[in-house]
């Protein structure tokens, strides 16, 4: 009947078409459930493998998380060193905690992927703040790696060079066929060296699948390079039958902002953008130095804004008054961590009509001025503006800017990315529209692991592509 029908349908829509577990208490997290009612139904669904799978992620998460009969087992391997008892029963990947947030939540999207595929456990560094930023997505078993945990404390000194690093062991052939550690330290960040890369090689991920505990730093979205290992294909096509969805979905089913952040969402969101008939949301991220705000940075934006139609062009006209009745009004989210933007724009649609009497609202709801990752209250901010960019119904993004990319992969729409300005100069055309809502993978290996060449890993499969704003990166569509 129509009665239980709504009551499914209702409650499937809460759960993100069956991608969220069910009974989570919710006082403790009230955004994982709530956030449904402040976005747009996503337009695409999970599939049933990639639910089943997350439903039996859980299970082996609850299984093996922290102080649990297994956890306590193989954590004695850490401390003990070689050999590797066989009564181990649960393997781990820990996600150390690393760079800007954005950074941070496409490395931990990354890793979690490879958990899946691994049947590994995921355990999360908190750093200074991710538990402060995010609830626990796990049902019954959190996924923060204990405040006990024996080596914590070293983590920051893991580099390429440290002797625990995979590719400086294969560098120095400490690796052999026989080899069988009971951890490792992968080095997936930016700088990373051409053994390090032999991560994303078929051969390493069978000796890989023989240490228990593996600790990973990475700044990176490598999850398209994951879909170029050969053994990883087929499981990875069934996961993502739509393959530019693995942000979207992953991201949405682990990242839920805590009660403090959600504050900061929904006061923010009802106060100014609930109201209106469209929101727009434009980020804002400059990469070049000095003080902002650059006028060929404005022009971009407004060049692009216009030309794609996004705002209204103004009327030059002293006398546009449009009668305040039935005009549709468009309001404006602006981020960025200076205010100038915004100030301009707010400015122009102040002193003139639109020629299409819309109404244009524009609001900012910080400028940090600078990036300032170790703050908690910076970090929260940063959250909430990106989450607040995901309710927007048009995204227009900065090149290379990962804060961005989470904004676009949780709302679930391809966004107008703004070409990266050189030379002081607006660009031109200013921006383009994104082939795919993932985000851009920085620094792929171009390796052939089996013919032992270098390749353009961006010319191998149709789905892996180069990105719309670096040449070099590599993007699923
Ligand atoms: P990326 O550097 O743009 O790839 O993004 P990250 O999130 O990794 O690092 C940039 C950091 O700068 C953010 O995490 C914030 O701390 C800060 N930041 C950059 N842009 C903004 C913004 O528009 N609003 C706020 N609140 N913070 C920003």
Request: hydrophobic share 35%; proline share 6%.
């Amino acid at each position: 009947d129509t009665f239980s029908q709504t009551v499914v349908t209702t409650s499937q829509h809460k759960l993100l078409g069956g991608l969220l577990a069910p009974g989570f208490d919710e006082k403790l997290c009230s955004s994982r459930y709530q956030s449904v009612s402040y976005r747009r139904m996503s337009r695409y669904m999970p599939s049933s493998y990639l639910l089943s799978k997350l439903r039996s992620y859980e299970d082996l998460h609850r299984r093996c998380g922290p102080y649990t009969k297994s956890y306590n087992e193989t954590l004695k391997l850490i401390k003990a060193g070689n050999p590797v008892a066989s009564s181990a029963k649960c393997d781990y990947i820990v996600w150390i905690s690393f760079s800007g947030l954005g950074n941070r939540m496409l490395s931990l999207v990354s890793v979690f992927l490879y958990a899946l595929l691994r049947n590994r456990v995921l355990l999360v560094d908190r750093g200074k703040d991710m538990d402060d930023l995010f609830c626990e997505p796990f049902p019954d078993m959190s996924w923060l790696l204990p405040l006990d945990f024996p080596i914590t404390n070293q983590f920051e000194s893991f580099n390429q060079n440290s002797p625990n690093c995979y590719g400086n062991m294969l560098k120095n052939n400490i690796i052999t066929k026989e080899s069988k550690p009971s951890s490792l330290y992968l080095h997936l960040v930016h700088d990373y060296q051409d053994h390090d890369k032999m991560f994303f090689c078929d051969e390493d991920q069978t000796f890989l699948k023989r240490v228990p505990w593996l600790f990973m730093k990475t700044n990176n979205y490598f999850v398209p390079s994951l879909f170029l290992i050969p053994s990883f294909e087929k499981e990875l096509s069934n996961l993502f039958p739509e393959k530019e969805t693995v942000f979207h979905h992953l991201g949405r089913y682990l990242f839920h902002p805590t009660n403090q952040v959600w504050g900061l969402i929904s006061r923010y969101y009802q106060a100014y953008l609930a109201k209106a008939d469209e929101r727009i949301g434009i980020q804002v991220r400059v990469f070049d130095t000095g003080k902002g705000p650059f006028p060929h940075i404005m022009d971009q934006i407004l060049a692009c804004t216009l030309k794609a139609k996004l705002l209204p062009e103004l009327s030059r006209k002293e006398s546009g008054i449009t009668p305040p009745r039935n005009q549709r009004s468009k309001a404006v989210l602006v981020t960025s961590l200076n205010s100038g933007y915004y100030e301009n724009l707010s400015n122009m649609y102040w002193e003139h009509p639109t020629v299409t009497g819309e109404v244009v609202s524009l609001f900012q709801p910080s400028h940090e001025e600078y990036q300032q990752t170790e703050k908690k209250n910076h970090n929260r901010k940063a959250w909430a503006e990106m989450f607040l960019l995901s309710l927007t119904d048009v995204l227009v993004t900065s090149s290379w800017s990962t804060f961005g990319y989470v904004a676009q992969g949780l709302a679930g729409s391809k966004a107008w990315i703004l070409y990266k300005p050189e030379n002081q100069s607006a660009p031109d055309p200013p921006c383009h529209r994104a082939m795919s809502m993932e985000p851009c993978f920085h620094a792929p290996p171009f390796y052939d692991c089996k013919a032992k060449t270098g390749i353009d890993t961006g010319l191998v499969v149709p789905h892996v592509r180069h990105c719309e704003d670096m040449s070099w990166g590599l993007k699923l569509v």
